[in-house]
């Protein structure tokens, strides 16, 4: 694709930190892809305030949407309501062709229910599911669905284990990816009624179903693609986070309990800093939904200019890899 006429459309309103992050990190995405339009969709005039601390950038522009859906508001009913909002304008752009792809930090659920409505499913996928990586000792796992699906449907495991297959063997190259259905035990009769029949799904599939693994499994890098419903997966992924940033904090006070483990500190600085980029979710900065038929990423709703950033240029990969699962 030639990158002079790729468009992302950004929501400049959905960030919990402001659109002043969403603006800033649009810029920064901009220096790095310097042949690819952005355009912040959101009200306009805080939008040019934003823009006016910086030097003017040709690239950006800006689509004027009145309204802005919150978290707290039901998915659907804000969808169906507010026409007029960053996030509906934003993915009628795609629809439109206006814009290759849509990268939003706003609410999940209003996210997920107006791709489907709006730019719609790909072919025999029922619900489209949020895939992200998670750091292992092997290098990473596909965590799908980690927030998208609260409540699933066996068939809605066994797609994603399909989608998340497709994906990694599309966008990485693994051939043959390993599938593991998370579970509260690796025997095959393990979990609850859902569980169970998704079992039996992904083991007729097809697929390189490796069966039932348990959480702690993952961080082991047993599977390619780890399949769960969006409950399981948004909590894993948080607890991952919030962990990793724990741990970190414990390590950096233990080196600084003693002038020798201070040296040591000093001189496993860098090594450190490699372990803390990796858990650090910014440094994805957005996952996409797997299953459209049009590129929709979704960045953490506490990202900061860097995240956004990170976010922005995940879908212009994404979109010039052409990945279309």
């Known amino acids: 694709m030639d990158s002079t006429k790729l468009t992302i459309a950004v ?25 690819v339009r952005l355009l912040l969709v959101g009200q306009e005039d805080v939008i040019r305030y934003e823009l006016a601390r910086h030097k003017e950038n040709p690239r950006i522009s800006v689509l004027h949407a009145t309204e ?7 998915p659907t ?21 206006d814009a290759s792809g849509f990268v939003s930090a706003g609410s999940t659920g209003a996210l997920l229910s107006g791709a489907t409505i709006i730019i719609g499913r790909t072919k025999g996928v029922e619900r489209p599911a949020l895939g992200t990586p998670i750091p292992t000792k092997k290098g990473f796992t596909l965590l799908l669905d980690c927030g998208a699906n609260m409540d699933c449907k066996p068939s809605y495991l066994y797609q994603f284990g399909q989608i998340g297959a497709e994906y990694m063997q599309k966008a990485l190259g693994v051939t043959n990816p390993k599938v593991g259905l998370i579970n509260v035990g690796a025997e095959d009769e393990k979990g609850n009624v859902a ?85 650090d979710y910014r440094e994805v900065g957005g996952a996409p939904f797997l299953g459209l038929k049009s590129l929709v990423v979704k960045a953490h709703g506490s990202s900061d200019a860097f995240a956004m950033k990170n976010a922005i240029l995940k879908c212009i990969d994404f979109e010039k890899a052409k990945i279309e699962v």
């Open 195 to 279: 569980a169970k029949e998704a079992f039996v799904l992904l083991k007729e599939s097809g697929l390189n179903f490796v069966g039932n693994i348990e959480g702690r499994e993952i961080s082991d890098g047993v599977v390619d693609v780890a399949v769960c419903d969006g409950f399981t997966g948004n909590i894993l992924l948080k607890f991952m986070e919030g962990f990793a940033k724990s741990m970190m904090g414990i390590i950096k006070e233990e080196l600084k309990s003693s002038a020798i483990s201070t040296i040591g500190a000093l001189l496993a600085k860098g090594a450190f800093g490699r372990v803390k980029k990796r858990f």
């Open 11 to 35: 929501d400049a309103m959905g960030c919990d930190l402001g659109p002043s992050v969403v603006v800033d990190g649009a810029l920064q995405a901009s220096e790095a892809h310097p042949g």
């Open 68 to 74: 802005i859906i919150t978290p707290d508001e039901v």
């Open 77 to 97: 009913t804000a969808i169906r309501q507010k026409k007029d909002s960053s996030l509906v304008i934003g993915l009628r752009a795609v629809k439109a062709g």
